[in-house]
């Protein structure tokens, strides 16, 4: 339904011109509709049948008959007292609907602004594009997100393309007062919540590729219920196995971008650090380390998503502990051969260089040899058991 009413009005008000209109009233003083009221009331239309006009945005919007500016004359049995057509009332209509239309409007083209606003903040993402003229195929998060956004509602895409250009809502000032209103309902928020409670505040700085520096700051301070609020368990160690699993299922992609910069890209340091990370990423021990992190964290990820459960009791927290300690044992005792399996396996499918288990183990590029350390016992030992000795 709404389809045809946005329908309606991108069509706009019905004005047939014709060669002569039916009079109105007595022959001693003939009234008749005149057509250069079209010009005067644009959002009047006119039915030839009825002999009278009606006000299209109250025909398709009222949703109230008694209504003041939405009128049965103007929306259901039609307007043709012409001697009143220049009365107050009929101004006073028009501008009291015309008024509320564009107020609705206004709050439908606002609203879609500030959920980008809203997703932008909350992700992290930058807003502004480095150009951002029509026609560009990338003109920024923003504008792209909007348009994203227009794509599936279609009254959506008809408030904002409609609008004034003093109303589009787009530019980055109103972008910047919508971001501190956000900023400054989360300070609330967060005053509230603190109260006359102990906080802390960290303070994190970090110089990007153009040499500024990005500051971020956490605040972690106790809640009402006693809990520490600095964050959620997607932050901590044991969801690590999340990157793990999705840097091996996009090895190949990743290790194709990777060697594309290389090769292409014309800063000098950009071109270094890419191949350096492709030589790391393309190498027996990151591989090695990579499946070993795999196994660990698929340990140890349910404890530690466990211990971070408010309605965790002390003891299924001790069981759970102990049942961990258990299967890393496990991993460390049988483990062995079917970690080498799958670490070979993955080499020989992406055609990967691996060594030889019983040569002797070089020490980096000096070429010295341990005396009776092989290079199974290097994995083994110094990676595998090592590692595994640090959990328990």
């Excluded at 109105?24 to 049948?49: A, D, G, I, M």
């Excluded at 006359?196 to 700051?217: G, H, N, P, T, Y």
């Excluded at 910069?261 to 990370?277: F, M, P, V, W």
């Amino acid at each position: 339904m709404m389809c045809v009413k946005v329908a309606y009005i991108k069509a706009g008000p019905y004005q047939p011109i014709l060669s002569e209109y039916p009079t109105y009233n007595s022959k001693k003083h003939p009234r008749y509709f005149q057509p250069s009221w079209f010009k005067q009331f644009s959002w009047l239309e006119y039915s030839p049948s009825n002999d009278a006009i009606f006000y299209l945005p109250c025909s398709l919007f009222n949703s109230n008959a008694s209504s003041h500016f939405g009128s049965t004359a103007f929306t259901q049995s039609g307007f043709s007292n012409w001697k009143k057509v220049h009365d107050t009332y009929m101004n006073s209509l028009h501008n009291n609907a015309q008024r509320a239309y564009q107020i609705a409007t206004n709050c439908l083209r606002l609203k879609s602004n500030i959920d980008v606003v809203r997703w932008l903040s909350f992700q992290g993402c930058a807003f502004r594009g480095h150009d951002e003229s029509s026609g560009l195929k990338n003109r920024g998060n923003f504008l792209e997100l909007l348009s994203l956004l227009v794509s599936y509602d279609e009254k959506v895409e008809d408030v904002l393309e409609s609008a004034p250009q003093n109303a589009s809502y787009t530019s980055s000032t109103i972008q910047k007062e919508i971001w501190q209103i956000y900023a400054n309902r989360v300070r609330n928020v967060n005053r509230e919540e603190i109260g006359d409670r102990k906080f802390s505040i960290i303070v994190d700085e970090v110089r990007d590729e153009s040499k500024k520096e990005q500051m971020a700051i956490i605040l972690r301070f106790v809640d009402k219920q006693g809990q520490l609020t600095s964050g959620k368990g997607r932050n901590q160690i044991g969801t690590l196995q999340r990157p793990v699993t999705s840097l091996l299922k996009m090895y190949n992609a990743t290790s194709t971008i990777l060697e594309n910069l290389k090769n292409i890209t014309s800063n000098y340091s950009q071109r270094g650090d890419a191949h350096n990370a492709y030589n790391k990423l393309r190498s027996f021990e990151f591989i090695f380390i990579l499946h070993m992190m795999k196994e660990v964290l698929g340990v140890t990820d349910n404890l530690c998503q466990a211990l971070q459960r408010r309605s965790q009791d002390i003891l299924n927290a001790l069981s759970l502990v102990f049942t961990t300690k258990y299967l890393i044992q496990k991993l460390k005792d049988d483990g062995w051969n079917e970690l080498l399996k799958n670490v070979i396996s993955f080499c020989e499918t992406w055609e990967l260089d691996f060594p030889d288990m019983n040569a002797q183990y070089i020490v980096g590029r000096s070429h010295n040899k341990k005396e009776d350390v092989t290079v199974e016992h290097h994995y083994r030992v110094d990676i595998l058991f090592a590692k595994i000795d640090t959990q328990l």
